[in-house]
């Protein structure tokens, strides 16, 4: 999921560096950042075998939401 997450934002960085701030990419930059930062924070936290969903994995989720919001909108724009 971090894998996603950094191939997100890599992508929404470039947009924006390249095109200019649009809200597709900063939702991609914003989400991508908010899936890496929560899989790095579950992976460091505890071990796999004792791994139960809080709070970050709804962060993950928002986050989710937002890259494909971002990816839509890049699309469209």
């Known amino acids: 999921m971090g894998t996603a997450g950094l ?3 890599l992508v929404g960085s470039r947009t924006i560096l390249i095109e200019g701030t ?3 990419a900063g ?3 914003l989400g991508g950042g908010g899936i890496l930062l929560s899989s790095l924070f ?3 936290g505890q071990s796999s075998s004792e ?3 809080g709070n970050f ?4 989720v928002v ?6 919001l971002g990816m839509i909108l890049t699309f469209f724009q």
């Open 7 to 9: 191939s997100l934002g």
């Open 27 to 29: 939702l991609m930059v």
């Open 42 to 44: 579950a992976l460091s």
């Open 63 to 68: 986050a989710a939401i937002f890259s494909v």
């Open 51 to 53: 791994f139960e969903p």
């Open 57 to 60: 994995v709804w962060i993950a």
């Open 22 to 24: 649009t809200l597709g």
